[in-house]
Nanobody, 120 residues
């Protein structure tokens, strides 16, 4: 089992930046590709981005590309999502996920989520 705990969410203003963290425990962190998702009120959960096991490859959804960075620190068992130039449409619950195969259509493990609210 892998336990994932997100943190860093909150109420922020339009145009500001935010760094979300996801701390993992339970299994060897570097075995897993890590992903970030979000779910806005009344909408389906959507993929935000992912990072490979050693951090050499990242992927981003078009909605956040160019203003988001995913990184990981395998020594700290933590993955990060930095988002810049935040918009009201970024308001959502943000979830991290882990999958040993990088299958983010159906990742094996999920965190509980952290709320991000972007206020105008």
């Amino acid at each position: 089992q892998v336990q994932l705990v997100e943190s860093g969410g909150g109420l922020v203003q339009v145009g500001s930046s935010l760094i979300l963290s996801c701390a993992a425990s339970g299994r060897t962190f570097s075995w897993y590709e890590m992903g970030w998702f979000r779910q806005a009120p009344g909408k389906e959960r959507e993929f935000v981005g992912s990072i490979s096991k050693k951090g050499g490859r990242t992927y981003y959804a078009d909605s956040v590309k160019g203003r988001s960075t995913i990184s990981r620190d395998n020594a700290k068992n933590t993955v990060y999502l930095q988002m810049n130039s935040l918009k009201p449409e970024d308001t959502a619950v943000y979830y991290c996920s882990a999958d040993i195969s990088g299958n983010f259509n159906s990742p094996a493990y999920w965190g509980q989520g952290t709320q991000v609210t972007v206020s105008s």
